[in-house]
């Protein structure tokens, strides 16, 4: 069954003379109308300007196609001040997230998957640290999280409003991030919204690595890892100089993230 495009044509998306898509979920996109896919084709088409969060796109081991194109890069803007320094006392890594997604894609004989294909990897990581880890998850029965020793929330109560989601992730010690199979493996250099959140509040962000060296500084306030043990490493040596790390997520977020920047560069490309 195709998927559902979420390029919606309605009738007032015709007023504007000039229209953006924002590619929000790099390489699974592209992949999509790669293999031809109607409704996605014809919706990504009635936009002047196509923009991504994929930042590797045409890089040697980016095997993405840049169907649709040309793809112009973008990032995920945070207003700042709805996004203060968080003060309280955090005991948790948490994660917001989706365990599976509405579809897996192939492309040259190659399936890339959802973050149910990545996170078995990572699921007794609470087992081998003293690290207290939290969740806020959909779509997957949280006993196979618990007996794995994580905690568990419902993601869908975290997330109903703007000030609960707020409220999680500034209650948070720091991100712990699987991202979905095929970001990790098409290597796009995809980095979440949400993970933007987290440093703009002062909290680092610990996230698998999707290629995210070649744009962002990492190793302070942001740190990737490959496997297992590269993920408790991290862990000890966020925990070992969380200060420094603090500090280095809120300026991470201000000088790459900030709506000041990413919103004026943006409007100059669509307009363009």
Known sequence: MPAVPFWTCREEYAGPRRRAFIDVDPGFTQITLANSDRGWIEGVAKAERRFT???RFGAPDCPIPLTGGPWLKTVPPVFLPEWPLAVSEASH???IMRWQGFREVIHNGIAYGQRDKEFP????????TSQKFCIAQMGIKPELLVSHGWEVVHGEEVTRTTAGYREFIQNSRAEFSVPKNGYVKMRGGWFSDRSVCYLASGRPVLVEDTGLHDWLPVGQGLLTFTGMASALADVEQLNAHYAAHREAARKLAEQFFAT????PEFLDAAMS
């Open 53 to 55: 969060f994929g930042q």
């Open 93 to 95: 890594f948490t994660s």
């Open 121 to 128: 990897r990572f699921l007794d990581l609470p087992k081998a």
């Open 260 to 263: 000041s920047k990413v919103l």
